[in-house]
Nanobody, 126 residues
Framework: QVQLVESGGGLVQTGGSLRLSCAAS????????MGWFRQAPGKEREFVAT????????YYTDSVKGRFTISRDNAKNTVYLQMNSPKPEDTAVYYC???????????????????WGQGTQVTVSS
């Protein structure tokens, strides 16, 4: 059974930093894109960042470029999201996602991912 388990969420102040982790089990995703999405109260789930299997390609939504960094450690089957200088508008539940198969272009929509974690809450206070 494939599982994605996020950790590292919590309360952070603007100007601080936070690192989210997502550990996968049940299969390896070393050749597949993994990504992060988020959902704020009353809003739809939105794409945040994605990374290719060999880490050669990363892609971010415009609002987090320059502040967030996605990375992965395939030996640990884990993907990370380093959040620097978070803003109150970054407050949301953050979800990890993974594709079951290889993909050419960076997947940025929910339907392009096959596996999801349960989410971790990130709250940014001003």
């Amino acid at each position: 059974q494939v599982q994605l388990v996020e950790s590292g969420g919590g309360l952070v102040q603007t100007g601080g930093s936070l690192r989210l982790s997502c550990a996968a089990s049940g299969r390896t995703f070393s050749r597949n894109y993994m990504g992060w999405f988020r959902q704020a109260p009353g809003k739809e789930r939105e794409f945040v960042a994605t990374i290719s299997g060999n880490s050669g390609i990363t892609y971010y939504t415009d609002s987090v470029k320059g502040r967030f960094t996605i990375s992965r450690d395939n030996a640990k089957n884990t993907v990370y999201l380093q959040m620097n200088s978070p803003k109150p508008e970054d407050t949301a539940v953050y979800y990890c996602a993974a594709r079951a198969t290889a993909y050419i272009s960076p997947p940025t929509t929910s339907r392009e991912y096959d596996y999801w974690g349960q989410g971790t809450q990130v709250t940014v206070s001003s």
